[in-house]
């Protein structure tokens, strides 16, 4: 008599055979075992060596609280005013002294030219300019002499007894003597 | 005893029972005496994440102070829509990564390596293999050598590691504190596990003799 398994149609597949392989091994089994053998153990050492806080430490974080709150420290609020109203008054004085140049040059450049006296002499040694046109004489030394025509005639350009050296540039075609 | 004693004496009795929200309440309030209490519950628990995750008692102890100084600072940013201890977590980590990324400009990190600092997924990939446990946090052997282990793990994984495995934080916690995915969450935990387990195995079989599969081939 045949028992089912022994039936061809009930054997296990080759796919059934690969799972069970990888469900039921002990090699699997195994590496789960020691895995959650190791967890606990990891566990167990983690926290059989904790480390706890210094005997000082509420003392000291109270002293960092009363730091970070103490109003005899300025707050940052009373640093950024005391750094604006610096910065202010500087900015006030650079302001004012500008103004104060701008209107002295131009006090000095709108005094006039003749009651002007330079600023470093004092007033009583100050040289007045005279400014009063100066009368120029024509000069008629040469007004007879008149020029006879072979006096002009004899009047060579300078470029006749000095030559440049060298070609003259040539005209061009399109040059055409003026017409006068 | 004095009259002021007894005042803080009874203040301290009232206080005692109320749990972590009704505390920063009473605090809201004005009573100083609550935020002392919340300072004495947590005040290991907050230290002792940020030496894990700094690996520096020095370090540790500043980062946990000013934890305090922050949420007596911000008290009322406190909304009382999440747990207290995730909105104190919240700033653990987060000055303890300010602190983090502080400490590897100081030792001159290439930040070309870790890529952008700011951004999380890249710059905490970076495991803090130069760590030497701090002598003076008092440890024994065995701890001085998980925390070793523990520094080689990325940040990224260290951190959520620290807050599962130690601080006893659920996932939902973590995925709050974090920023975080729930599944991200857990994957980064799981990956943080093996690389720890990867850097104990030492530890496992010279304490506690869990031969692995690997050992029994080699």
């Not at chain 2, 230290?47 to 007596?72: H, K, M, P, T």
Request: one cysteine or more; a negative charge; hydrophobic letters at 35%.
């Amino acid at each position: 008599m045949k028992t089912p398994l022994d039936n061809e149609e009930q054997h296990p597949s080759e796919e059934w055979a690969k799972l069970r392989h990888y469900v039921a091994t002990p090699k699997g089994t195994g590496a789960v075992a020691e895995s959650f053998e190791q967890n606990v153990m990891t566990k167990i050492l983690l926290s059989s060596s904790a480390v706890t806080a210094p005997e000082n430490f509420e003392d000291e974080v109270m002293r960092r609280i009363a730091a970070e709150t103490d109003p005899l420290v300025p707050h940052t609020w009373d640093k950024i005013v005391s750094a604006l109203k610096s910065r202010t008054a500087a900015v006030i004085g650079v302001v004012a002294l500008v103004t104060g140049s701008s209107i002295s040059i131009y006090t000095v450049s709108q005094q006039s030219a003749e009651t002007y006296t330079a600023p470093i002499l004092q007033k009583n040694e100050a040289v007045e300019m005279d400014l009063s046109p100066v009368r120029v004489e024509r000069d008629t030394r040469f007004d007879n002499v008149k020029q006879t025509s072979s006096m002009k005639a004899t009047r060579t350009p300078d470029s006749i007894n000095h030559p440049i050296p060298g070609k003259a540039t040539p005209k061009k075609a399109s040059d055409q003597e003026e017409d006068y | 005893m004095s009259q002021s004693q007894t005042d803080s004496k009874a203040e301290q009795k009232r206080l005692n029972p109320l749990t972590d929200e009704e505390l920063m309440l009473e605090f809201q309030n004005g009573s100083t005496g609550a935020f002392t209490l919340l300072m004495r519950r947590y005040k290991d628990q907050v230290v002792n994440y940020a030496f894990r995750f700094l690996g520096n008692y020095d370090d540790a102890i500043d980062v946990g102070q000013e934890v305090f100084v922050r949420v007596y600072k911000y008290k009322n940013n406190f909304g009382h829509t999440i747990k207290f201890t995730t909105w104190l977590y919240t700033i653990t980590a987060n000055l303890s990564k300010t602190e983090l990324k502080r400490y590897w400009r100081r030792n001159s990190v290439s930040l070309e390596q870790s890529g952008n600092p700011d951004s999380d997924d890249h710059a905490w990939d970076i495991p803090d293999n130069d760590y030497l446990p701090d002598e003076r946090a008092d440890q024994s052997e065995i701890a001085k050598r998980v925390q070793i282990a523990l520094m080689k793990v990325s940040p990224t994984n260290r951190e959520l590691i620290v807050l599962r495995d130690l601080q006893d934080c659920s996932y939902e916690q973590i995925a709050e504190i974090t920023s975080l995915e729930l599944g991200t969450v857990k994957s980064r935990i799981n990956r943080g596990r093996k690389q720890l387990q990867e850097h104990l195995r030492d530890i496992y079989n010279d304490y506690f003799q869990i031969v692995t599969k690997q050992d029994n081939e080699s």
